[in-house]
């Protein structure tokens, strides 16, 4: 089963990753000006995740395909590693839909 880890980042910001069963990051999260923030972020990612047109099939200008999750406002609250090929981006995306909805919270600011 998936989890979220809450982590704060050198400049203060908090961010989430979203991690596999197997510990693999799948999604990592924009930088929160708060905790709360980034609590209310994971919730985004649990209820957008499930929606297959809240996810944007991206390419970086090294040609390696990526994803990203939207909120309903449009605004990206996930994004994903660089991936080899299509297939394993769209295998991503089918990890973060089966590990998003009922992941557990780490929060390793405390």
Do not use: C, H, W
């Amino acid at each position: 089963m998936g989890k979220f880890v809450i982590t704060k980042r050198a400049n203060g910001e908090f961010q989430f990753n979203l991690k596999a069963g197997n510990g693999q990051t799948i999604l990592t999260s924009e930088g929160y000006a708060s905790k709360a923030s980034a609590v209310n972020g994971i919730e985004s990612v649990k209820t957008n995740s499930q929606d297959d047109s809240r996810y944007s099939k991206e390419e970086s200008k090294s040609g390696k395909p990526y994803f990203t999750l939207k909120a309903g406002n449009g605004q990206i609250i996930g994004t994903s590693e660089m991936y080899e090929s299509n297939s394993a981006r769209d295998n991503g995306i089918a990890s973060v839909k089966s590990n998003a909805a009922d992941a557990a919270v780490d929060d390793q600011t405390v």
